[in-house]
């Protein structure tokens, strides 16, 4: 059964570091994109940032040059390292992949459980 496990979030200050993973695990053989989303209190869950398999990146404008995103195909594991964070920033972080190739068949629009990123002082 596959599924998308993030881990990494936390109670950070402003102007903080963080780093979020997500892994893949199950028996995975394909993975198409990927990326992160946040949902913050009372607000619609948007993008903050996706990586194809060739490692082609997008970001929301909020985020760039603050966050970078990358992945390791190997590990089918996706990573968001968050530099300058701000107050508004604060949000349950949200890894999602559009396909997945896995023992059992395709599996589309596939969400982890999140984790929860606190930004303040």
């Known amino acids: 059964q596959a599924q998308l496990v993030e881990s990494g979030g936390g109670l950070v200050q402003p102007g903080g570091s963080l780093e979020l993973s997500c892994a893949a695990s199950?028996?995975?053989?394909?993975?198409?994109?990927m990326g992160w989303f946040r949902q913050a209190p009372g607000k619609q869950r948007e993008l903050v940032a996706t990586i194809t398999q060739g490692r082609r990146t997008n970001y929301t404008d909020s985020v760039k040059g603050r966050f970078t995103i990358s992945r390791d195909n190997i590990k089918n594991t996706i990573y968001l390292h968050m530099t300058d964070l701000k107050p508004e920033d604060t949000a349950v972080y949200y890894c999602?992949?559009?396909?997945?190739?896995?023992?059992?068949?395709?599996?589309?629009?596939?969400w982890g459980q999140g984790t929860q990123v606190t930004v303040s002082s």
């Open positions: 199950g028996t995975i053989f394909s993975i198409y994109t």
């Open positions: 999602n992949a559009d396909r997945i190739a896995a023992q059992g068949g395709w599996k589309f629009d596939f």
